[in-house]
């Protein structure tokens, strides 16, 4: 099992540029989130999805979109990335009766 | 925002010795989490407990969970110098999924 796989691992972009960060996972999980983690913050939810086709909204979500067309895939869209999304970016997701299993991350930088 | 929230922020020990990370929160939970991040890593999940569990047990590792205090801590015993990370509890809501990670305490074990 290759568990959640985070694409790219690393990423300049410059303002105003528009990106997607893939997220796949091949468990059958039912829940995937996107998480945020910058210094001294923690962790913080930006989207999260619940099954195919449903998502919803967490802590920080201005400024990307998801979706969620297969079990398997949760992308998450930088529309106008901007120097505040600078940011390290965990896709995670969880069968709802355990912990999550996280992605090694991707590692964004808006200059 | 910030719910749980990790005391110390930062702890450094010798190995052999045991490591006690402190963790609180504000809300009712469904369960707590914890989480291990090595430095440039994703998060690894180390033991969940039910808000109905008052302590539990995996390896090393002992977790108890005070819901009438909101408060949660974990117990590393015969530290290694392998379990020097940061160190991360995450609440879940009642009759969610989402969690909620605090800032993290970032633990040093000396060889």
């Known amino acids: 099992n290759a568990g959640v796989t985070q694409t790219p691992k690393f990423q300049v972009l410059k303002t105003g540029q528009s990106m997607t960060l893939q997220c796949a996972q091949d468990m059958n999980h039912e829940y995937m989130s996107w998480y945020r983690q910058d210094p001294g913050m923690g962790l913080r939810l930006i989207h999260y999805?619940?099954?195919?086709?449903?998502?919803d909204q967490g802590e920080v979500p201005n400024g990307y979109n998801v979706s969620r067309s297969t079990t398997e895939d949760f992308p998450l869209r930088l529309l106008s990335a901007a120097p505040s999304q600078t940011s390290v970016y965990f896709c995670?997701?969880?069968?709802?009766?355990?912990?999550?299993?996280f992605g090694s991350g991707t590692r964004l930088t808006v200059v | 925002s910030q719910q749980g929230e990790e005391d110390p922020q930062a702890l450094s020990i010798q190995e052999g010795e045991n490591a006690t990370m402190n963790c609180s929160y504000k809300?009712?939970?469904?369960?707590l989490q914890w989480y291990r991040q090595n430095s440039g890593r994703g998060l690894v999940h180390l033991i969940l407990i039910r808000s109905n569990e008052r302590e539990k047990h995996s390896g090393r590792l002992r977790v108890t969970l005070d819901t009438s205090k909101k408060s949660s801590s974990l117990l590393i015993t015969a530290s290694r110098a392998a379990d020097t990370a940061s160190y991360f509890c995450a609440d879940g809501g009642a009759g969610s999924y989402q969690l909620t990670f605090g800032k993290g305490t970032k633990l040093s074990v000396i060889p």
């Open positions: 809300t009712s939970i469904n369960n």
């Open positions: 995670a997701s969880t069968r709802g009766t355990d912990g999550y299993t």
């Open positions: 999805s619940v099954g195919a086709g449903i998502t």
